[in-house]
């Protein structure tokens, strides 16, 4: 089955920068957009950063013109480069992937297990 794996978490002091990754593998037919949300203790899951299919991105307020979603469709993999880090960008950051998967029937969304990045200040 498909699965998504994250990776480039980390604890960073204010003013710093991670790459995230989200990669991809297994059956799969086709990939559509690509998110990465984020969710802080005690807080909702928010979205961050779309990309879609043709490389259209669009960012929450709180992260624009710090964060850059990106991806590789040869690989299967978003990313998300982030820089300025802010205590209050800590949070277990998740990828989400909108894709079908080979053999399906319609397109479903498919989650990244978390990974946690801490900013201290």
């Known amino acids: 089955q498909v699965q998504l794996v994250e990776s480039g978490g980390d604890l960073v002091q204010a003013g710093g920068s991670l790459r995230l990754s989200c990669a991809a593998s297994?059956?799969?037919?086709?990939?559509?957009?690509m998110y990465w949300y984020r969710q802080a203790p005690g807080k909702e899951r928010e979205l961050v950063a779309t990309?879609?299919?043709?490389?259209?991105?669009h960012y929450a307020d709180s992260v624009k013109g710090r964060f850059t979603i990106s991806r590789d469709n040869a690989k299967n993999t978003v990313y998300l480069q982030m820089n300025s880090l802010k205590p209050e960008d800590t949070a277990v950051y998740y990828c989400?992937?909108?894709?079908?998967?080979?053999?399906?029937?319609?397109?479903?969304?498919?989650w990244g297990q978390g990974t946690q990045v801490t900013v201290s200040s």
């Open positions: 989400k992937v909108q894709l079908i998967p080979a053999g399906g029937r319609y397109e479903s969304d498919y």
């Open positions: 297994g059956s799969i037919f086709s990939i559509n957009a």
């Open positions: 990309i879609t299919k043709g490389g259209n991105t």
